[in-house]
């Protein structure tokens, strides 16, 4: 099959990918047995030198499409285990996932796809587990390591890739700082910061407020826009620096788990 012909069955794979989450059990199940036999054949079919840009996004989108099973990877889970509670356990195995994670992430676009989805994947499970939560701080700063550590992964595997002669399409640092920033936002609008940290935003800014303070009713609020871009970052901690808040301070603590995640990545169980 050449470039074109797998060109457009990566991207009916990628198709079939999203319907993993349909409400219908076995609309669900049919798409992760499908993923599974798409990864199967990209890694046993398809050598590396026949991956094009092309189908490499698409591919990253299929792996976007199993967002559990990789943030269960980079936490040191496998899907070789049994059973560990993920739904492609036993249909791939962790050296399939992350070898063809290790084949695409070369390409920027397929990169930014799982740097995206996967920082969207955690903000989601903290939107959902927080508001039951009996100890918002632990459970947010647990949310915020695993994060950290998913994107601390993805750059151990492309660091892995890029080898020694070039830079890899993961910014670590960037990803680092949007992380702080929007743990910060959490944690305003859950009320885990101090009265002060909330009154220094409406005053650190050279005596005014940051472009993030607003009043709904009298009420202050921290806003983010979607999604925070590195820059508009770089305002988030400026004001954390202004402030004594231990729990800013845990959130940059929670950030050393990227350090953690980039050993799991560089520990990839590969097929080159």
């Given amino acids: 099959m050449g470039p074109a012909g797998l060109e457009a069955l990566t991207a009916a794979m990628a198709v079939s990918s999203t319907m993993r989450t349909d409400q219908d059990e076995q609309t669900a199940a049919k798409a992760t047995w499908i993923v599974a036999k798409s990864m199967e ?109 998913t994107m601390g992964y993805l750059d151990g595997i492309a660091e892995l890739r890029a080898g020694n002669n070039r830079l890899d399409t993961i910014d670590v640092t960037d990803i680092r700082t949007v992380l702080r920033a929007q743990a910060y936002v959490d944690a305003a609008n859950y009320g885990l910061l101090k009265d002060t940290t909330i009154e220094a935003a409406a005053t650190g800014n050279n005596g005014g407020p940051f472009s993030f303070y607003t009043e709904a009713d009298g ?37 050393v788990n990227t350090n953690a995640g980039y050993d799991q990545g560089q520990a990839a169980k590969i097929t080159k």
């Fill in 219 to 255: 009420q202050p609020t921290i806003t983010a826009p979607d999604p925070i871009t590195p820059d508009a970052a770089h305002e988030y901690i400026s004001w954390q620096r202004q402030v004594n808040d231990s729990t800013m301070d845990s959130i940059d603590n929670a950030m």
């Fill in 41 to 149: 054949f990209a890694v046993g079919q398809v050598p590396l030198k026949d991956y094009t840009s092309t189908m490499k996004q698409n591919l990253a989108a299929l792996l976007a499409n199993s967002p559990k099973e990789l943030a269960g990877l980079a936490s040191g889970d496998s899907l070789d285990a049994s059973p560990p509670g993920y739904d492609l356990s036993g249909l791939v195995t962790d050296t399939q996932f992350e070898t063809v994670l290790y084949r695409v992430i070369d390409d920027e676009n397929a990169a930014d796809t799982l740097v995206t989805t996967m920082l969207q994947y955690h903000h989601n499970q903290i939107d959902e587990k927080m508001p039951m939560s009996a100890d918002p701080k632990t459970t947010l700063l647990g949310q915020y390591q695993s994060a950290a550590q």
